[in-house]
T-cell receptor
């Protein structure tokens, strides 16, 4: 069965530095992967989609990579700001079908001013 | 343009009671989803509806039923609530399936406590 792993420990980072989050998946090869941001008491908000034939995707200060050999996606926030403090969720295509996403447990980022 | 609206925002039930969680989207999306989110477990798919008139089970469907009332509305029913169903429930919608590159748009959740 699919397994999606994100670091359970919060990432504390100084403002202005680059935050890097890891998403590892096992037992299958998703054709694409999405990243979401979730703030306390709110639903997740879509950030980026990357497909298996794309090595890297960027959106403003965000960058996502997708290494199908390592079965890993990295999510980077460059020049981090306190407003970037949130939980970030990795969501590859589900092993069980194209209509579904499988979500990781999320990784909290705290940007310290 | 409200996006995805869930009602109620909070609910407390006693074991054995029933209730329906309502979800409506105004983006003319084809697909709709119900997830639950528990501490340490991440988001788990309960049921989804790829298009109007169809529904399918997700990872954790036991104890739940759904109805895709029309293209806009997708409700989740708990027939006999159990403490294990204490959770935050999120409804989401997408224009087409995520495999087509379509992101999910989430509501802000219903916080359900079953005592």
């Amino acid at each position: 069965s699919q397994k999606i792993e994100q670091n359970s420990e919060a990432l504390n980072i100084q403002e202005g530095k680059t935050a890097t989050l890891t998403c590892n998946y096992t037992n299958y090869s998703p054709a694409y992967l999405q990243w979401y941001r979730q703030d306390p008491g709110r639903g997740p908000v879509f950030l980026l989609l990357i497909r298996e034939n794309e090595k890297e995707k960027r959106k403003e200060r965000l960058k996502v990579t997708f290494d199908t050999t390592l079965k890993q996606s990295l999510f980077h926030i460059t020049a981090s700001q306190p407003a970037d403090s949130a939980t970030y969720l990795c969501a590859p295509r589900s092993y069980y079908g194209n209509n579904r996403l499988a979500f990781g447990k999320g990784n909290q980022v705290v940007v310290i001013p | 343009n409200a996006g995805v609206t869930q009602t109620p925002k909070f609910q407390v039930l006693k074991t054995g009671q029933s209730m329906t969680l309502q979800c409506a989207q105004d983006m003319n999306h084809n697909s709709m989803y119900w997830y639950r989110q528990d501490p340490g477990m991440g988001l788990r798919l309960i049921y989804y509806s790829a298009s109007e008139g169809t529904t399918d089970k997700g990872e954790v469907p036991n104890g739940y039923n759904v109805s895709r009332l029309n293209k806009r509305e997708f409700s989740l029913r708990l027939e006999s609530a159990a403490p294990s169903q204490t959770s935050v429930y999120f409804c989401a919608s997408s224009e087409i399936s995520p495999g087509g590159g379509s992101p999910l748009h989430f509501g802000n959740g219903t916080r359900l406590t079953v005592t």
